[in-house]
């Protein structure tokens, strides 16, 4: 029998559970008022997530990181054989389908976990210098970034392609890198961003720019601002938020759950939801700070931090008219299950290696 040892307790970050659960609480209420029966899925997805959770918290990743290269080729892998084999919902080619049960796959929303724990390994092998990492290194690290982007994007899912491209960088930027390739960097996107709208962007993507350049925004975000809108200070009651109960508001569990949110509790709920977020991201943000030479837990929490960051700001921009319209959710908050599973797994990966840093459950040689 295994005696857990005391010290994992100690060293778990109990802070990051309690600054979880109130989003899935609010969710799961606004749902439920909205649509009954998804509500009732959404707990699955709970459930779902919790057991992913205590699976990676359990899993002995120090041990076992000579595996994180294998697991980063094989979602690759299932990332070109999409192209291969892939089926097809909504002009999007993203998934495959598993034999004989019929259950689809989105191999980029699986690819999340793997790609971040890459840089954890990649980073914590070769640690940076003072100065910060030289041209070489930068091209290797951008080999492992790039090289998913493309073919995330080729899919097309440029949502999901553009967040690991900031995460990969950001996490450099973070990281070190020396300044030099920074300003190179910024040289390079100034003359590619003109070239990449005319001949890499599909229609759909280039009408949706448009329509966010454009004086008046498409339908779904006029109808997401008269619902922020009409919130007001305060909010309304559920009866009267006409614009989600009259179903003006579209996809108003998912993708435009903000917009619902703050018709139903207004200024003041639109800005406590926002200071929620800024709490756990920057509480995960602290833990990168904190540790001074496990670049492998730094790397994983400032991915987290990032992924985070980015998916709340895009959505929330996205609702209220000052990014394009992406299918990209607001984290931990709208309906669905493969975002949340993801985020639970990340959280398990990052607990497990905060709680067993100092190996006290596996005999391991490692840090």
């Not at 619902?227 to 309304?236: N, T």
């Not at 006409?242 to 200024?267: C, H, M, N, W």
């Amino acid at each position: 029998m295994i005696l857990i040892d005391r010290r994992i307790i100690t060293h778990f970050d109990f802070a990051l559970i309690l600054l979880i659960l109130p989003f899935m609480l609010i969710s799961h209420y606004l749902i439920s008022e909205v649509n009954p029966a998804l509500a009732q899925k959404q707990l699955i997805y709970f459930f779902i997530g919790f057991i992913a959770f205590i699976a990676a918290f359990l899993a002995p990743i120090r041990e076992y990181k000579w595996l994180i290269p294998l697991i980063y080729w094989i979602n690759i892998l299932l990332l070109v054989s999409v192209d291969i084999f892939g089926v097809s919902k909504l002009g999007a080619k993203r998934w495959l389908e598993i034999p004989f049960i019929h259950f689809t796959i989105q191999p980029s929303e699986i690819f999340k976990p793997a790609f971040i724990l890459m840089l954890a390994y990649l980073i914590s092998q070769n640690p940076p210098p003072k100065e910060g990492y030289g041209f070489k290194d930068f091209l290797k690290f951008s080999f492992y970034i790039l090289l998913p982007f493309f073919l995330i994007a080729k899919e097309p899912d440029l949502g999901t392609a553009l967040i690991l491209l900031i995460i990969g960088y950001g996490v450099l930027f973070m990281v070190g890198v020396n300044w030099r390739i920074w300003v190179s960097i910024l040289i390079f996107l100034s003359l590619f961003i003109p070239i990449s709208y005319k001949y890499l962007l599909h229609d759909y993507q280039k009408k949706r720019i448009e329509d966010f350049l454009s004086e008046k925004p498409s339908y779904h975000v006029q109808q997401s601002i008269i619902a922020i809108g009409s919130g007001g200070l305060s909010g309304k009651e559920s009866q009267e938020a006409t614009q989600t109960k009259l179903r003006f508001l579209p996809i108003s569990t998912s993708d435009f759950i903000f917009a619902y949110f703050v018709e139903r509790f207004g200024f003041f709920g639109a800005v406590g939801l926002l200071f929620l977020y800024a709490l756990l991201i920057l509480h995960i943000f602290s833990i990168f700070f904190r540790l001074k030479r496990d670049y492998f837990t730094k790397v994983v929490a400032v991915s987290i931090a990032f992924l985070l960051f980015t998916y709340m700001s895009v959505n929330i921009a996205m609702t209220i008219g000052l990014a394009p319209v992406v299918g990209v959710p607001l984290p931990l908050f709208s309906y669905g299950g493969s975002s949340f599973v993801n985020f639970m797994v990340l959280f398990g990966i990052l607990e497990h290696l905060l709680a067993f840093r100092f190996k006290f459950l596996y005999n391991s040689t490692h840090i």
